[in-house]
């Protein structure tokens, strides 16, 4: 990876990356002009799968104000250094990140956590990376222009509970009033993402009392923390 930003530390890193899958460690390239790093360094998942897909997600994402660049080790190095280096390179490059990083650790860990305050990974980026992950995935329709702010009524909530559970488990439904765009979102959460899938497929673009609904999937992450829009 690169275009890290160079007060990030392994640590914060791996916050933002440990989404994909487990990580087996986060080696950042020493910078001995600095005492902190080149901007880019290596992260190694247990998973294959975990590493492409974390590339596919994370390559471009803005990060505490620069766009990371993620690819294949071998490739993002050739771009670093220009050159293609060989396993053994890489394996030699890791070691010597390690024993610098140690020594650099000890000495300079008061004035890394005076800084931390500024580069502290925020809830709103980890939430981007969820949403990413959990876009397809999501247990939770959010449904739109179903009804109006003047429509809503007691029985409404019931009403969508009744319907929903035709193709599952309802788990809750919620109603919310997004005052920006005076429109009503109804939040439905079923017990797993195939009968959400079936929700969504039968209500997507169905009518309505004279309006068609919009039935999209909602991030579980997302819902859970209680942002709705």
């Keep these: 990876m690169g275009g890290v930003q160079f007060d990030l530390t392994a640590e914060h890193v791996k916050a933002v990356f440990e989404p994909f899958g487990k990580i087996l460690s986060v080696q950042m390239i020493p910078n001995p002009e600095t005492g902190k790093h080149k901007g880019y360094g290596f992260i190694e998942f247990e998973d294959p799968q975990a590493a492409q897909e974390a590339i596919e997600q994370m390559n471009g994402f803005d990060l505490c104000g620069r766009q990371l660049k993620v690819g294949l080790a071998h490739a993002m190095l050739a771009q670093q250094e220009g050159s293609t280096p060989t ?20 000495s300079s860990e008061p004035e890394n956590l005076g800084r931390e305050e500024n580069i502290r ?100 992450e997302k819902f859970e923390l209680g942002v709705y829009q």
Excluded: W
Excluded at 148 to 160: A, G, N, T
Excluded at 162 to 174: A, F, H, Q, R, T
């Design 87 to 106: 396993p053994q390179q890489l394996a030699a490059m890791a070691k010597a990140k390690a024993a610098s990083l140690a020594a650099h650790t000890s």
């Design 121 to 220: 990974i925020n809830a709103s980026q980890r939430l981007q990376i969820m949403q990413k992950l959990s876009r397809n995935e999501s247990p939770v329709l959010v449904l739109k222009n179903m009804v109006l702010p003047q429509d809503v009524d007691d029985e409404l909530s019931e009403e969508v509970r009744d319907e929903c559970s035709k193709y599952g488990k309802v788990e809750k439904v919620l109603i919310h009033h997004n005052k920006a765009e005076d429109s009503i979102l109804i939040f439905v959460q079923f017990s797993n993402q195939d009968e959400a899938g079936r929700a969504r497929q039968a209500l997507d673009r169905r009518y309505f009392g004279g309006r068609v609904i919009q039935a999209e999937y909602y991030p579980k």
